[in-house]
């Protein structure tokens, strides 16, 4: 078995009943001899995996290690809870509402929830859509400086859509008045005949950027449905923003 494998089940060995370990505890539940895994715990003490006990004899968790795994944690739950926002929306909306993260210079779906209406209209999950040629992305992208989008486009527009910003200085427009309003809206771009509407949400703990947008049929969302979509998301932000309870 290889050393990165033999690391992974030491550190399974954690748990927190059994915060500190010895080479004999660890020996015992792995079925390794006490001389391998000696050199072993040693090895990952010294790459900063784990740490002395605090009474001089045995290991405990590295200080880096733990504090990685909350940030997983943090992180993880602020996606949950961001999917079950767009899960409410789109129940009180009918229409599907999606969870984004930005990968390079796309918006990539994290999580999808189909509503109750029968006219239903969305990318699947998974797909790829330009940052700066969707909802989702303009919203994302308006949480950045003028600077910091210039930086990540190259001062350059995708042009995916007739309805996409037709230039540089287009899109910096639109990402203004998406900051005064603080939502973003599209027609007709990533799909023909429909719209989206979405909010950009951040983790007040770690800082990851996400958007909630809720897709819908055009010729089925009415100037009331759309006003109290827009105000769902807004609600919706205003609570993930909050500091973790």
Request: with cysteine; hydrophobic share 40%; proline share 4%.
């Amino acid at each position: 078995m290889s050393t990165l494998k033999n690391s992974v089940h030491v550190l399974r060995c954690f748990t927190p009943s059994r915060p500190e370990l010895t080479v004999t505890e660890v020996a015992t539940w792995l079925g390794l001899p006490k001389s391998n895994v000696s050199r072993l715990l040693r090895a990952m003490h010294e790459a900063g995996m784990l740490d002395a006990a605090g009474r001089g004899r045995g290991y405990r968790l590295g200080e880096w290690l733990q504090d990685l795994g909350q940030m997983a944690t943090q992180t993880q739950t602020f996606q949950a809870r961001a999917s079950a926002a767009a899960r409410r929306v789109s129940d009180q909306m009918g229409y599907s509402g999606y969870v984004s993260v930005l990968v390079g210079t796309h918006m990539v779906g994290l999580a999808h929830h189909v509503g109750g209406n029968t006219q239903q209209v969305g990318v699947p999950l998974g797909g790829r859509l330009p940052v700066d040629a969707c909802a989702t992305g303009r919203a994302l992208l308006a949480t950045m400086g003028d600077g910091e989008v210039r930086q990540l486009l190259g001062g350059r527009v995708s042009l995916a859509a007739p309805q996409s910003p037709r230039d540089f200085d287009e899109l910096l427009s639109r990402l203004r008045q998406i900051r005064e309003q603080g939502f973003a809206e599209s027609q007709h771009e990533a799909l023909p005949g429909a719209g989206a509407v979405a909010v950009a949400v951040a983790d007040p703990q770690t800082g990851e950027r996400l958007s909630l947008c809720l897709t819908y049929s055009l010729l089925a969302l009415g100037p009331a449905d759309r006003k109290r979509a827009i105000e769902l998301l807004l609600q919706e932000r205003r609570n993930l923003m909050r500091s973790h309870p």
